[in-house]
């Protein structure tokens, strides 16, 4: 008997809970870290970028409303539903960045236990950003942090997993929908996550994942009217002057960061101030 | 009233007419309008679509709950639809409830729009269901009010039992009560209509009646203006020309919301129809939410990055 003919995955892209290919059609190749061919990634057009935005600026009415307790939890299914599937994703890093087995499976759970480290955040963070203040007059006086809107992010290439959860998980935690660029060499486990959220209960739209060029796609973010923030801890340094102006243009709030740290989430939210008369 | 010589009121004339008419291939028309539909259409002639596809928006609100200040609004946005760019077309015309006929009108004098006008929803919008007396006086009412086009719907049931000579009458009625004052589009609500078949007769029908619009739906029923109906439509006024030497107005209305959507609409005018068909005098677009749509795609144009929302007016 022949040998089995190995069935190939089709890596496309996660726009509004679907995963289209590319509306331009265009693909690149995803090779090891050696040089082997792995398979074709959708190269996404900015097309595809502002298709994702529609789809995440409609999911944030509904997402940024939802209990900050609900949102916890979803969080913390995406960890459960990626616990299921470590396997998988150990494969996809090692095949991609060529590390070792033990290199990619700490990868994978330090994902897992940043997604659940974001999920504890989401109930909290109103409590220590948010404040009663002293006025002189007879109000109550509150402030409370909101979600900004839709918010960008250009995952690091490098850890291609833990990455783009760091992009994600603190951006959605407080209520903004995400649109994130994954890793261009390391795609694979970014499509995977994709699946993943698919069964994690997320709403759709709330994040949004391509596949593609820095240089095509971090601009054209960057100058999106409704594009409210932008994460570009993984942008290259060369890109960063061209997308930091065109982000001024619309007073885009644009950030980068290192390492796991809850004040990814509060840079992408803002401060709402309540008056409230105080009863008779 | 003669009927283009077509028919002369018996209903043996308007069967014989109709019995004329040759089907419509529903595989190849659906083929066709896919077809059309992947045009790409880009650079300088996107930027003529969608200036030709604002002057042809019939800027509609048809809710239970329009209030004058709502009217008043979209009055201010059709003559002006982009606050900040006066090189910005009007729109074809703003479209409304009976009642709030006169409240366009007035606003729309006041602010400078007397270019623009106002089409009423007639005979009982959107269902049709009311006697032939009603009808008649809610077409008059419209047109005492200052509406320049009527908006009526035909009798669908009556279509679908058979009864095609009642519905000729009624259009003939209504044709009538507008005289040389308003312009009469006639709705078919293709989405209750069911065939192709169906959308060709009542086109033909309806031209024959003296309509000078025929027009797809109401809004309020899905399907409503899909691509294949279109088509249809925009053949049987084509052949109606090719007949009478007498050109007809199609106005789809519903379900169009993006510009895409829009460009494709043009595309089959004139493919289907001819470039004669390709302004606002002979096309129309029953749409709220494409004008919005439309102003985000022409700032892209100019400006080279995507629009938000959050510039163009809610309504």
């Known amino acids: ?280 | 009233m003669n009927f283009y010589g077509l028919v002369d009121g018996s209903e043996a004339s308007l069967k014989n007419y109709l019995k004329t008419l040759s089907g419509v291939d529903q595989v190849g028309a659906n083929a066709r309008a896919a077809m059309l539909s992947t045009r790409s259409i880009k650079t300088s002639s996107k930027r003529w679509a969608i200036d030709t596809a604002i002057s042809m928006v019939d800027l509609t609100t048809l809710e239970g709950a329009d209030t004058v200040g709502k009217v008043e609004a979209i009055c201010t946005k059709a003559v002006r639809p982009d606050p900040t760019d006066s090189s910005v077309p009007s729109v074809g015309a703003i479209c409304v409830y009976n009642d709030m006929v006169a409240v366009a009108r007035k606003h729309l004098d006041l602010i400078g729009g007397k270019h623009v006008p106002v089409a009423a929803v007639s005979t009982a919008f959107p269902s049709g269901r009311a006697s032939i007396e009603v009808k008649v006086l809610d077409t008059q009412d419209a047109i005492d009010a200052g509406a320049s086009e009527i908006d009526m719907v035909i009798d669908r049931g009556a279509f679908l039992e058979g009864r095609l000579i009642d519905v000729f009458n009624e259009i003939v009625t209504i044709r009538q009560v507008c005289g040389d004052k308003a312009h009469l589009k006639v709705i078919f609500e293709t989405g209750e209509l069911v065939t192709y078949d169906n959308v060709r007769k009542a086109s033909f029908l309806a031209m024959a009646a003296g309509a000078d619009f025929i027009k797809t739906s109401t809004g309020k029923v899905a399907p409503a203006a899909t691509a294949p109906v279109v088509l249809v439509m925009l053949e049987a006024v084509r052949d109606f020309y090719e007949m009478t030497q007498k050109r007809i107005g199609v106005k789809p209305a519903g379900g169009i919301r993006n510009t895409k959507d829009a460009i494709k609409q043009l595309v089959l005018v004139k493919e289907v129809a001819g470039e004669e068909w390709l302004n606002s005098k002979l096309f129309r677009i029953g749409a709220s939410a494409l004008l919005n749509d439309l102003l985000m795609q022409r700032m892209k144009m100019d400006n080279g990055y995507y629009a938000s929302p959050t510039y163009v007016s809610v309504d």
């Open chain 1, 1 to 280: 008997m022949s040998d089995r003919i190995d069935v190939k995955k089709t890596y496309k892209l996660f726009i509004n809970g679907a995963f289209p290919r590319s509306e331009s059609g265009r693909t690149y190749e995803v090779k090891t870290s050696k040089g082997v061919f792995l398979t074709n990634a959708c190269l996404a057009s900015r097309k595809d970028l502002r298709e994702a935005v529609v789809a995440a600026r409609a999911a944030h009415n509904g997402w940024s409303k939802a209990t900050a307790y609900n949102r916890g939890q979803i969080l913390y299914r995406i960890a459960e539903m990626l616990q299921a599937r470590t396997g998988e994703f150990i494969q996809e890093i090692m095949m991609t960045t060529g590390v070792t087995k033990v290199k990619a499976e700490k990868e994978v759970l330090q994902a897992i236990d940043t997604l659940v480290w974001y999920a504890g955040w989401s109930d909290k963070i109103s409590s220590l950003t948010g404040a009663n203040n002293p006025v002189a007059g007879p109000f109550y006086n509150f402030t409370v942090p909101e979600s900004m809107g839709v918010v960008a992010a250009i995952a690091p290439e490098n850890p291609s997993l833990l990455g783009l959860i760091e992009s994600i998980a603190p951006v959605i935690t407080s209520g903004n929908t995400v649109i994130v660029l994954a890793s261009t060499k390391a795609p694979l486990s970014a499509m995977s996550f994709a699946e993943v959220l698919a069964t994690s209960d997320l709403p759709a739209g709330v994040i949004n994942v391509l596949t593609g060029k820095k240089d095509e796609i971090a601009p054209w973010m960057a100058s999106h009217m409704d594009i409210d923030a932008m994460d570009i801890s993984g942008l290259p340094g060369k890109l960063t002057s061209e997308v930091k102006v065109a982000g001024a243009e619309n007073l885009k709030r644009i950030h980068s960061f290192k390492g796991t740290t809850p004040t990814r989430i509060t840079a992408f939210t803002e401060s709402k101030t309540i008056w409230h008369t105080i009863g008779v």
